[in-house]
């Protein structure tokens, strides 16, 4: 059983004319070419006994387009650790980004996003899970400066079992992602998936695998269009399924 877990170096290019394909230089981005060489190698005998997929049809198509085999489209497999649980009235509201961060996770715009929130709502609080806090050090130190000088802001580096996963997943009344679009266009998400099943709205990038999904379970959360920079607007609720099978934001 093989699971593609992230994209297949194969990006979307999003415009006012809806999204197109592209396929990077490969001397910068060699994945699609490698996908390609390494399938041409696959007996079919081999291919008999390889159960290949991904979790969203999108990626399966693309996957299945670049290596020219069958790929599977599995159920999301991430239930519920505990009973969703009703947040109307709460407060303060707990803000959340979780999980191992990288710069495609768009962790380095979490001082201003903080900033903004913090300065738009005073009775939030904004928790701060990096599981990979040496990764991106200028960002986890602004962030700890930050959280020194604001009780509202909570920087938590554990690297989560799974009685932290789910202490951090009760703590939070809603989940940003703020990803790269081009990176989750053909990816899913672990985070997004187990919001979902928790019960935890969320705020994740359009025209991307993650604004479909959302979109398949009763759009719980909204969508932003760019991460460069974050916009603190009215936000983008209503979505449409485009001839590609991505949601776009209006």
């Not at 979790?55 to 399966?60: F, G, I, N, R, V």
Request: aromatic residues 6%; proline residues 7%; charged residues 20%.
């Amino acid at each position: 059983m093989v699971e593609f877990a992230t994209e297949p170096g194969i990006y979307f290019d999003i415009s006012d004319a809806g999204p197109a394909l592209r396929i990077p230089e490969v001397r910068a981005d060699p994945r699609a070419l490698l996908y390609r060489f390494a399938a041409k190698r696959i007996t079919s005998a081999q291919l008999s006994r390889f159960h290949m997929a991904t979790y969203d049809p999108t990626c399966s198509a693309l996957y299945s387009n670049l290596m020219e085999c069958g790929i599977e489209t599995l159920p999301w497999p991430h239930t519920a650790m505990a009973e969703p649980r009703n947040r109307v009235g709460k407060r303060p509201i707990v803000v959340s980004v979780l999980g191992h961060q990288r710069e495609d996770k768009g962790y380095q715009h979490m001082p201003n996003v903080a900033e903004g929130l913090l300065a738009a709502n005073q009775n939030i609080q904004i928790l701060l899970h990096n599981a990979a806090p040496d990764g991106l050090h200028e960002t986890q130190d602004a962030l700890r400066q930050m959280a020194r000088n604001d009780s509202r802001i909570i920087v938590d580096e554990r690297i989560a079992d799974k009685r932290i996963w789910l202490e951090l997943l009760e703590r939070s009344d809603i989940i940003i992602c703020p990803y790269n679009i081009m990176r989750y266009a053909t990816s899913h998400s672990t985070v997004v998936s187990e919001a979902i099943a928790h019960g935890i709205p969320l705020v994740v990038p359009a025209n991307t695998v993650l604004a479909r999904v959302i979109s398949e379970y009763g759009n719980p959360g909204t969508l932003f269009r760019s991460t460069l920079p974050l916009r603190f607007k009215k936000p983008h609720r209503r979505l449409s399924i485009n001839s590609m099978g991505l949601p776009s934001a209006r």
